[in-house]
């Protein structure tokens, strides 16, 4: 059984809300207006300085972090209704210092890093001075399965040398971002699971080549970007490795359950909004002498994106209560679940959204074309369905396997 809502969260969310409420939603075409005024590709708008400077000050800010002095006292299930809120701006989560990638990173470093890690980039993270990007994805291998990643991470010395291409790394090109977290192995000839570690890289390292910043289906995601990286003879000092050499993937294992939670919230917050601005479009546009909304097919259409939504809520809230509970390992299936489902939702929600507003939802007049593309970049993020679907099968099926028969004493 899911908890109810905590005293807490439901002050932290009527607060969350009434910030989006007086500051967020009268901003948004302000931002995307400033996004795009100047010359450069990659800008912050000036109101999201204003915007962070505000939520600061009322002490709305770094909400994630579960567990660690270094956030507001919230377990995963109290931060999920926060998440939602935000979700319904594609830029609100950053407002708050709770914005992907550096969510992730900061619980990297706030769990494995060293006391001068944390002193040195964690700090700046949590103080929304700096931002930073994840590097794992490469074009050469499918990267679902990160034991086939190939760049290496090789010591001489007292450094670690850094060879390797990445793509996909989102907020390389956002003019904050100071620190990439990097993925790549350091013994070839350990187990599978083994090889790979995480180094800290400054943007500033030679050696490293912004290639070319990826559109994805059109959009360039500005001001963060995905960026295609090249890093050759990368050298950085030995004390930047995290944890240790092979550990890796468990770092992996640490930041990827909290955050699939974030996503599948966002998402969810997204998917309200589409689905309030679905339902305003069909109730005011008249076709064949009667509203759109009268229609069957929309109805049976909304009742469907109702029904999906909030059974992708409760299964979002079952996983991160597991999570608080029982812990991220216990919780794999469910966090796989949610990883699927609610991705899969919110493509469905979108399609609609562009169907009900017609060749109006082709443009991006109603923010729908980078709404729908967004969501089929989260179903690629955090790994493709066929993964998740594969760990949730493989322990539903370890449910039912013959127990193996024990060995002599």
């Known amino acids: 059984m899911i908890p109810e809502q905590t005293e807490r969260s439901r002050a932290m969310t009527a607060r969350v809300q009434a910030f989006m409420d007086a500051h967020i939603y009268p901003n948004e075409a302000l931002y995307e207006q400033q996004l795009h005024a100047g010359p450069d590709q990659f800008r912050v708008p000036e109101i999201m300085v204003e915007l962070k400077a505000r939520a600061k000050a009322e002490g709305l800010w770094n909400l994630f972090l579960p567990h660690s002095d270094n956030g507001a006292g919230l377990t995963n299930l109290d931060y999920a209704p926060l998440s939602e809120i935000m979700g319904r701006v594609h830029f609100a989560s950053e407002v708050f210092n709770c914005s992907a990638p550096d969510t992730g990173n900061m619980e990297v ?7 001068a890690q944390k002193e040195q980039w964690l700090e ?19 990267s679902s399965d990160a034991t086939n990643i190939e760049t290496r991470i090789e010591r001489d010395g007292d450094h670690y040398v850094i060879n390797g291409r990445k793509w996909w790394i989102t907020n390389a090109y956002h003019p904050n971002t100071r620190i990439f977290i990097l993925m790549g192995k350091t013994d070839v000839t350990a187990p599978r699971h083994l090889q790979q570690s995480q180094i800290l890289i400054p943007t500033e390292t030679p050696g490293i080549t912004w290639v070319r910043p990826l559109p994805v289906m059109g959009f360039y995601d500005e001001p963060k970007g995905q960026a295609e990286l090249l890093f050759e003879n990368v050298r950085v000092p030995v004390a930047n490795i995290i944890l240790g050499e092979g550990r890796g993937f468990e770092i992996s294992q640490g930041r990827l359950g909290p955050g699939r939670i974030h996503h599948c919230m966002r998402i969810l917050g997204q998917c309200e909004r ?14 064949f002498g009667k ?16 029904i999906n939504i909030n059974m992708a809520r409760l299964l979002t809230q079952r996983a ?8 991220n390992k216990e919780a794999r299936s469910e966090i796989s679940q949610i990883k699927v489902a609610a991705t899969r ?33 989260l179903r690629m993020g955090d790994g493709p369905d066929e993964v998740h ?11 039912y396997r013959p127990a193996r028969p024990q060995g002599p004493a």
């Open 109 to 115: 470093l706030d769990r494995y890093g060293t006391a």
């Open 389 to 399: 679907n594969s760990v949730i099968s493989r322990i539903e099926l370890d449910k």
């Open 345 to 377: 939702i919110g493509r469905a929600v979108a399609e609609i959204a562009v169907q009900a507003h017609g060749a109006a939802g082709l443009s991006d007049d109603f923010g729908l074309g980078y709404s729908f593309t967004r969501m089929q970049m």
């Open 124 to 142: 700046p993270l949590l103080a929304g001075d700096i931002r930073s990007s994840y590097c794992m994805t490469e074009p050469a291998v499918a």
């Open 320 to 327: 991160a209560h597991l999570m608080d509970t029982v812990g």
């Open 291 to 306: 509203t759109l909304a009268s229609q069957s097919v929309w109805r049976e259409r909304i009742a469907e994106a109702r």
């Open 274 to 287: 589409l689905l309030e601005m679905t339902c305003r479009r069909l109730l005011s546009r008249v076709a």
